[in-house]
């Protein structure tokens, strides 16, 4: 029988690849994956194979490509309408949308980045890097700050052990003591911002979802251009965002969410 470790290992190996395949956001050949892959060609490749045959990679005979497979497509669906926040806060940021009229952002936490479950486009789309099942950072976008804010002290400090602290932009917070003081102004704000620290020209005001045991379970986001409006105009904004993040808490107050486990599984005999 195989060991745990080596079972585990394998698991890793695999995660790995499906996760640089995905990477490529488009089908993509065995040369690409193999130039950035850390395995050997005859590990990775099969691996390419036993994912393809559990169907979690299909391949593309004629172009000789690799993509994403069915069966993951149904694991993620499932996965978006058990563990995330998307189906129970759609009819709050559905309402949301159409009362400010701008680009509305839901987010989770995801191992200490940002990952964005849904979206609604502003009546003007705006161009910008987030979109539903993209993973940002946390240090530099509003919806990252404002959960981080609000993590109790042993994840947050976990979470900042986490961060790049690539500065992306000239406003891009570039330490992790810059990070704590902001997160300091945050929690006695209630509310973050994003000051062009992602992406150029791009600004917003987020709001955390909060349970009433204060545990953090998302955000949500109003973002704009700078070209479009400003901080102080978006930050008019909190009172109406604030009532939508407290709407999709008491929602979801009842709904199943995964949680990091804080200590191990017992192994089976």
């Given at each position: ?6 079972a585990?290992g394998t698991v890793?190996k695999a995660l790995?690849?499906?996760d640089q395949v ?6 993509v ?17 099969r ?12 391949y593309?005979e004629m172009?000789?490509?690799y993509s ?13 309408t ?6 129970v ?7 949301l949308s ?5 680009t ?7 191992n200490?980045?940002?990952?964005y479950?849904d ?13 539903a099942g993209k993973?940002?950072p946390?240090?530099?976008?509003g919806v990252?700050?404002?959960?981080l ?5 042993n994840?947050l400090?976990r979470a900042?052990?986490?961060q ?17 003081a ?11 911002f ?8 791009i600004i ?6 909060l349970?009433?045991?204060?545990q953090?379970i ?12 400003s901080l ?12 939508a993040?407290?709407?999709i808490?008491r929602t979801a107050?009842h ?10 599984e017992?192994?089976?005999?």
């Amino acid at each position: 029988m195989q060991s745990s470790q080596t079972a585990s290992g394998t698991v890793k190996k695999a995660l790995l690849v499906l996760d640089q395949v995905a990477s490529f956001e488009r089908p993509v050949r065995f040369h690409e994956l193999l130039d950035g892959s850390p395995y050997p060609k005859g590990t990775l490749y099969r691996m390419l194979q036993t994912l393809r045959s559990e169907g979690m990679l299909s391949y593309d005979e004629m172009m000789q490509t690799y993509s994403l497979g069915i069966r993951l497509v149904r694991l993620a669906h499932t996965a978006w309408t058990q563990s995330s926040l998307a189906p129970v806060a759609r009819p709050i940021l559905d309402a949301l949308s159409k009362s400010l009229g701008e680009t509305i952002h839901l987010a989770q936490l995801d191992n200490a980045q940002v990952l964005y479950v849904d979206k609604r486009n502003a009546k003007s789309a705006i161009e910008m890097f987030s979109q539903a099942g993209k993973v940002g950072p946390a240090y530099c976008t509003g919806v990252g700050k404002a959960m981080l804010a609000f993590l109790p002290e042993n994840e947050l400090s976990r979470a900042l052990e986490l961060q790049s602290y690539h500065r992306f932009t000239p406003h891009t917070l570039g330490t992790e003591q810059e990070l704590s003081a902001e997160l300091e102004n945050i929690r006695s704000r209630g509310y973050a911002f994003d000051r062009e620290e992602h992406e150029p020209g791009i600004i917003c005001i987020a709001m955390p979802i909060l349970t009433q045991a204060k545990q953090v379970i998302g955000a949500i986001s109003v973002t704009s251009t700078t070209s479009r409006t400003s901080l102080d105009q978006l930050e008019t904004l909190a009172p109406k965002m604030q009532d939508a993040a407290s709407d999709i808490a008491r929602t979801a107050e009842h709904w199943r969410f995964p949680v990091e486990q804080k200590t191990k599984e017992p192994l089976e005999n």
